[in-house]
């Protein structure tokens, strides 16, 4: 049984069509994202998922349970993140926590844990309100864990972090999936979809276009990789002349190959002593993003 089975999801609001037709299936212990520019629809999935928003249309089943009308079996084997806007003013992140904790029957000594995990032992003591937008998301996920739910929903969680605090919470994140929690987040950064998910699902304007593991979205492309051979090591002529090589440019930073055998390409430069500080660049999620819509990917 799959932990989540979405099937013909659909959502309006007035005129506009939020969410059109999404199916999904995840399962038990997979780490899957929903990856989409603002506005694609991916809140409003989520929290049908969720048993938050009704649907017009389509199902939904967590872990072999209808969601809606809300069921109420659920709510202790899921873990919702909340936007950090729904904490109980002026309490301390500790008793924002412990508050969670106590509807849940928890265990007071998990509060404890859950601060030191994302990294608030400090900020214990702070009122909610008076927290960095970084850490009010931190403590918006230990709020939506402190539990153990076995399936878990986060809404964006780095989107207020910066590069160092985003990269902590990336490692808390894996380190529940390892422990065979079933995660689905959405996000816009394609670097986060690529590092943390089995699957990732590109939506766009209410649809999923296409879901897969991000290497298997990537070769899926059939995009040339670009080789990137350090100024002076290779003469352009040297490099056009290369099995495999389809176009040779000359940049600031060196000779550029595209190939669409990088191994084979790789194994001649090895071949003639010419690895020295090489540089390959395959296609990203960017690049499926764009093959998919024509657009750009504009978070
Ligand atoms: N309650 C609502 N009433 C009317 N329109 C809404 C409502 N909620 C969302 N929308 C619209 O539905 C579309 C999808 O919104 P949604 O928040 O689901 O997208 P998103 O992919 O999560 O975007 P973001 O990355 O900006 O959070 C948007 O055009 C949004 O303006």
């Not at 938050?52 to 084997?77: I, K, M, T």
């Not at 404890?112 to 702070?126: I, Q, Y």
């Not at 649809?207 to 298997?216: D, E, F, Y």
């Amino acid at each position: 049984m799959p932990a989540i089975e979405v099937r013909d999801l659909a959502k309006t609001y007035g005129s506009l069509q939020a969410v059109d037709g999404v199916s999904l299936e995840v399962a038990e212990g997979e780490f899957v994202g929903v990856l989409g520019p603002n506005g694609a629809g991916k809140t409003t999935l989520l929290e049908m998922i969720e048993g938050l928003r009704r649907p017009d249309a389509g199902s939904v089943q967590v872990l072999g349970e209808p969601v809606w009308p809300r069921n109420a079996r659920l709510l202790p084997r899921i873990g919702v993140q909340l936007q950090a806007s729904s904490f109980f003013e002026r309490l301390t992140a500790r008793e924002q926590l412990a508050t969670f904790a106590s509807l849940y029957r928890v265990p007071a000594a998990r509060v404890g844990e859950w601060l030191e995990r994302v990294g608030l032992v400090e900020k214990a003591d702070t009122r909610v309100e008076d927290l960095s937008g970084g850490q009010a998301q931190r403590l918006s996920i230990a709020c939506a864990l402190v539990h153990d739910p076995e399936v878990v929903f986060l809404d964006e969680p780095t989107a207020a972090l910066d590069p160092q605090a985003r990269r902590n919470l990336w490692d808390l994140l894996s380190g529940l999936n390892d422990s065979g929690r079933t995660v689905v987040l959405t996000t816009h950064y394609m670097d986060e979809a690529e590092v943390l998910c089995d699957r990732v699902a590109i939506m766009d304007a209410g649809r999923l276009l296409q879901v897969g593991t991000p290497a298997a979205l990537v070769r899926g492309l059939d995009a040339p990789a670009r080789i990137t051979v350090a100024p002076g090591v290779l003469t352009p002529q040297d490099a056009a002349a290369l099995p495999g090589v389809e176009r040779v440019e000359v940049e600031h930073d060196g000779v550029v190959l595209t190939t669409r055998q990088p191994g084979a390409v790789i194994g001649h430069l090895a071949e003639r002593d010419r690895l020295d500080g090489v540089r390959v660049q395959t296609g990203t999620l960017e690049d499926v993003f764009l093959e998919l819509t024509g657009r750009e990917y504009r978070a």
